[in-house]
């Protein structure tokens, strides 16, 4: 069965850096989009990026542009989430996601790992 698995989480001061992994199985990952969404508490689940089955382009939404960096390596089956310049409004749960076509909502995603948390102080 599809599995995902994301790793790397954890407590961070603002203006810090942390990176995300992503670990698939299962799956042809060569023939996914991969994206990553993010959960805060009593918010919707947001999109941040996706990259492409080859990993030739990334697609990011405003409001991470220029601080969150997305990369995969299908020979590994892993997909990353680096993130900088942290800020405590990035807190909360991170996933990564696999879809069939190029999606940027959540309807567009066929599996989601489990996720992991971020939590960056002020």
């Known amino acids: 069965q599809v599995q995902l698995v994301e790793s790397g989480g954890g407590l961070v001061q603002a203006g810090g850096s942390l990176r995300l992994s992503c670990a698939a199985s299962g799956l042809t990952f060569s023939n996914y989009v991969m994206g990553w969404f993010r959960q805060a508490p009593g918010k919707e689940r947001e999109f941040l990026g996706a990259t492409s089955w080859s990993g030739s382009r990334t697609y990011y939404a405003d409001y991470v542009k220029g601080r969150f960096t997305i990369s995969r390596d299908n020979a590994k089956n892993m997909v990353y989430l680096q993130m900088n310049s942290l800020k405590p409004e990035d807190t909360a749960v991170y996933y990564c996601?696999?879809?069939?076509?190029?999606?940027?909502?959540?309807?567009?995603?066929?599996?989601w790992g489990q996720g992991t948390q971020v939590t960056v102080s002020s």
């Open positions: 996601a696999a879809a069939n076509a190029w999606g940027s909502t959540r309807r567009d995603y066929d599996y």
